[in-house]
Structures are given as structure tokens and as C-alpha cells.
């Protein structure tokens, strides 16, 4: 049945389970928290991890403080990520070097897919035949190819397939979204979207032979650069705004910086049209960190400002015009206060909604651990997934479309037989 028509039955089935990843705690006498798992092991989701690297790892952390998630297996090509992965997991589980073996293992009920970008096709095409729910992270897949057959074997199965976008869950995000459609902004004609960093983006490799599986994401056998996965974020999260996909992109990339043997780009530069005329840019930079990860949103109205979605500000258009604002508290979801700006009155977006909870203070690790409870409520039959295939398809195009744009130096259009 229909993915939708399928949450809709077990949700009627599963009612009042209470699932999601809300904790049962204890005071330590260091003052930390004990997690205290409140489901019945027999009742716990169990879930296997494949890739177990810097994200794996992060992953690890988050589902081992789940009490409805219970990690049974990980797998990870190399050893020592593995052993490391074993030795942090609460409750026993079976290691694996071939992520084939895991899908055999008969216990599963879902996996997490946390490779380098190029081996998420096969593995994602066999957890679909192995019947499994799916964590996916982004990008979906390595080309457009590779994501159309994802998304269309997925569509014919009834188990969920969850794409890590976990931005989109932060309470922030809601709130500007939720402000943008009540109409206080205006109508927004300019997305202006940046992810900078000051380093080679490279991680330390003790063993030269380890180089292309360390830093994977220097070579385009392996990635997407930095569009795949930096960017691939902020595309989501405009989408999700927009309400739809952009029609065409065109691009300018290099490798002008890093000097140092990479074949992706350390710098990209990309502009994104969108059906209603609306353009959003998403620029990416190596040698230079100034306003890290921001996203301004220009409507005719106001503007809004974030900073790497742990805090957004909103600036009015013609602040002296009567009225402006009414209301915004009642429908945004969030609260606003004035702020000096040296310049203008800003004000601060402050979401009502809390992370309830959430053992992490860690900005990435609360919106990582808002990405695994919602697919948790969804796996019970609790809530739809608010990041689900359509989305994660939808932004792995984009990417694609934008590395082509800048690689063959083009526009390159959204084609009719990207709609699937």
C-alpha cells in the first residue's frame, strides 16, 4: 500500500505506545544523567549501523542513549572504527566487516547507511530487499541515475526510508519556516545560503595506504564535494521552504586553494531558480570561515537572518509602517524580542518548542537526536516521517544538477524524468 495509507493503519494500530526517544532519568552523584531504557527490551526497535566513521560515531552516541532504539550490529570496512564503535555500544551486538552479512541478520528491523557517499547505492538497494527500514544519510545516492533507482524500488515498499536532513527538525528552522508562511516576511524572492570553513577539510591519516578511505571525500570517485555535503543541507532546508524544487542552477567551482593532490572543488559558488522566479545562491569557501553557516531569507516584508540554526534574527522592511508583526507570536510558533543593532532593530526569533528530554547540549547532536525520535514515533506507527524519501530525492538532484552546472561550465535545467 501507499506509504502514507501505511502509517495511517499502523497508526491505528499502534496508538497510545508512546514511542519517541523521551528518557526515564536518575541524578548521578556527578550531577549527570543515568538513561533508563522504559520499554521492554522485546518492544525496543532494533537497529543495525553501517559506517561507523566521524558521523557513525556521532550516531552511535545518540542511539545508545535511546530507549527505544537498541543497536544489535555495526559494520565498518576498517577495524579500528569498528572495535571503537563495539566498545561504546551499551548493550551487546555482533560486529561485521562485510555490511551484506549484517542485512542477514535476521533480528534487524532497520538499518543506518553512514558510508562514503559512493557506497550508498548498493547498500540502500539491498536493505530494501532485505525488507528494513532505512536511515540514509545525504546525499542519497552518488549520481542521478543511482537516486532515481533508489527512489523508485523504495517507493514500492511499505518500510520507511528516513534521509538524514536533521536541520530541518531544529526548533529554529520550524519557527522561520512557520514565519515565511504566515506571511510576515512578504513574498521572498532571494535565498542567499553559505556553509565557509577555514581549513583543508581534510582528517589525519596515520597510514598513507588509508588516505583514499579517510578523506573520501576529496576524490569524485567517492563524493560530491562540497555540495553533497555541506550544501546538500542548506538545499533541503530552502526546498522545505519553497515548497518545491528549483527548475535550473548554474555554477562556478575550482580547486584554487588546497593545492594538495583533491579532485573535488575548495570553493563553489551556485545559484539556484526556483518556478516563481525566486533565487537562492549556496556558496562554500575553504580559506575563510566568516559567517560559517548562514542562510538569509529576503522577502518584500522583513528579512531573516540565521546562524547555524542555533539562532535566527528578523529584520522589518519600512519598520515605521503600522502594524507590522501583528500577530506573528500566534501563529510563527516562536516568540520575537527587539534587539539593537548599532544600525536597525532587529529581532530575535526564540522558538516556543523545546527539545524535551535530549541528554545532548550539543546543537548537532540535539538535532540528530530530533532526526531518530521522529523516525523511532514513525517505525511505531506514531507520526509521518518529516524527512522522508521525497525530500531526500528531491535535494540529491539539486546537488547533482549544481556539480554539473559547475563542472561543464552550463546551465543544466531539471528534466521532466526527474519527477518520479
Known amino acids: 500500500m501507499e506509504r502514507r495509507n501505511f502509517i495511517k493503519q499502523a497508526t491505528k494500530v499502534t496508538a497510545g505506545l508512546g514511542a519517541g526517544l523521551s528518557l526515564v532519568s536518575c541524578s548521578q552523584s556527578n550531577g549527570s544523567k543515568k538513561m533508563v531504557a522504559p520499554w521492554?527490551?522485546?518492544?525496543?526497535?532494533?537497529?543495525?549501523?553501517?559506517?561507523?566513521?566521524?558521523?557513525?560515531?556521532?550516531?552511535?552516541?545518540?542511539?545508545?542513549?535511546?530507549?527505544?532504539?537498541?543497536?544489535?550490529?555495526?559494520c565498518d570496512v576498517l577495524s579500528f572504527r569498528l572495535n571503537d564503535a563495539m566498545k561504546r555500544i551499551n548493550d551487546e551486538a555482533k560486529g561485521y566487516r562485510d555490511y551484506e552479512d549484517l542485512l542477514k541478520n535476521d533480528e534487524l528491523e532497520a538499518v543506518v547507511i553512514s558510508t562514503p557517499l559512493h557506497e550508498h547505492y548498493r547498500i540502500a538497494m539491498d536493505a530494501l530487499d532485505a525488507d528494513l527500514h532505512i536511515m540514509c544519510e545525504k546525499?542519497?545516492?552518488?549520481?542521478?541515475?543511482?537516486?532515481?533507482?533508489?527512489?523508485?524500488?523504495?517507493?514500492?515498499?511499505?518500510?520507511?526510508?528516513?534521509?538524514?536532513?536533521?536541520?530541518?527538525?531544529?526548533?529554529?528552522?520550524?519557527?522561520?519556516?512557520?514565519?515565511?508562511?504566515?506571511?510576515?516576511?512578504?513574498?521572498v524572492m532571494r535565498i542567499d545560503a553559505c556553509w565557509h570553513r577555514n581549513s583543508n577539510w581534510r582528517r589525519p591519516v596515520e597510514n598513507p595506504a588509508l588516505e583514499r578511505q579517510i578523506n573520501w571525500r576529496m576524490y569524485r570517485e567517492y563524493s560530491g564535494g562540497l555540495m553533497?555535503?555541506?550544501g546538500s543541507h542548506h538545499l533541503n532546508m530552502i526546498d522545505n521552504i519553497m515548497g518545491t524544487h528549483p527548475v535550473k542552477v548554474v555554477g562556478s567551482g575550482g580547486i584554487d586553494y588546497w593545492k594538495d593532490g583533491r579532485e573535488v572543488f575548495d570553493n563553489v559558488y551556485t545559484i539556484f531558480d526556483y518556478p516563481n522566479g525566486a533565487k537562492a545562491s549556496f556558496s562554500s569557501i575553504l580559506s575563510n570561515k566568516y559567517e560559517d553557516q548562514t542562510i538569509?531569507?529576503?522577502?518584500?516584508?522583513?528579512?531573516?537572518?540565521t546562524n547555524q540554526m542555533n539562532e535566527a534574527y528578523i529584520?522589518?522592511?519600512?519598520?515605521?509602517?503600522?502594524?507590522?508583526?501583528?500577530?506573528?507570536?500566534?501563529?510563527?510558533?516562536?516568540?520575537?524580542?527587539?534587539?539593537?543593532?548599532?544600525?536597525?532593530?532587529?529581532?530575535?526569533?526564540?522558538?516556543?518548542?523545546?527539545?524535551?528530554?535530549?541528554?545532548?547540549?550539543?546543537?548537532?547532536?540535539?538535532?540528530?537526536?530530533?532526526?531518530?525520535?521522529?523516525?523511532?514515533?514513525?517505525?511505531?506507527?506514531?507520526?509521518?516521517?518529516?524527512?522522508?524519501?521525497?525530500?531526500?530525492?528531491?535535494?540529491?538532484?539539486?546537488?547533482?544538477?549544481?556539480n554539473m552546472a559547475m563542472r561543464e561550465e552550463r546551465t543544466v535545467k531539471w528534466l521532466p524524468e526527474y519527477d518520479i
Open 40 to 74: 521492554p527490551d522485546d518492544q525496543r526497535i532494533r537497529i543495525g549501523i553501517i559506517g561507523v566513521g566521524n558521523r557513525g560515531s556521532s550516531i552511535v552516541d545518540v542511539l545508545n542513549a535511546s530507549p527505544i532504539f537498541k543497536v544489535i550490529a555495526c
Open 139 to 187: 546525499a542519497l545516492a552518488h549520481d542521478i541515475e543511482q537516486s532515481q533507482n533508489i527512489k523508485r524500488k523504495a517507493d514500492q515498499s511499505n518500510k520507511l526510508f528516513q534521509i538524514s536532513y536533521q536541520y530541518q527538525l531544529n526548533p529554529t528552522f520550524k519557527a522561520i519556516k512557520d514565519i515565511i508562511h504566515s506571511g510576515h516576511c512578504g513574498k
Open 228 to 230: 553533497a555535503e555541506l
Open 296 to 305: 538569509k531569507f529576503y522577502g518584500d516584508k522583513a528579512t531573516i537572518v
Open 315 to 402: 529584520y522589518p522592511e519600512g519598520e515605521s509602517a503600522s502594524g507590522w508583526g501583528e500577530g506573528i507570536d500566534g501563529v510563527s510558533g516562536a516568540s520575537i524580542k527587539l534587539v539593537d543593532d548599532d544600525q536597525v532593530q532587529g529581532r530575535k526569533i526564540t522558538p516556543r518548542e523545546e527539545v524535551n528530554n535530549c541528554p545532548f547540549e550539543d546543537n548537532y547532536m540535539k538535532t540528530t537526536w530530533l532526526l531518530y525520535d521522529n523516525f523511532a514515533a514513525a517505525i511505531k506507527g506514531e507520526k509521518e516521517l518529516l524527512v522522508g524519501l521525497e525530500d531526500g530525492y528531491q535535494s540529491a538532484i539539486s546537488v547533482h544538477m549544481a
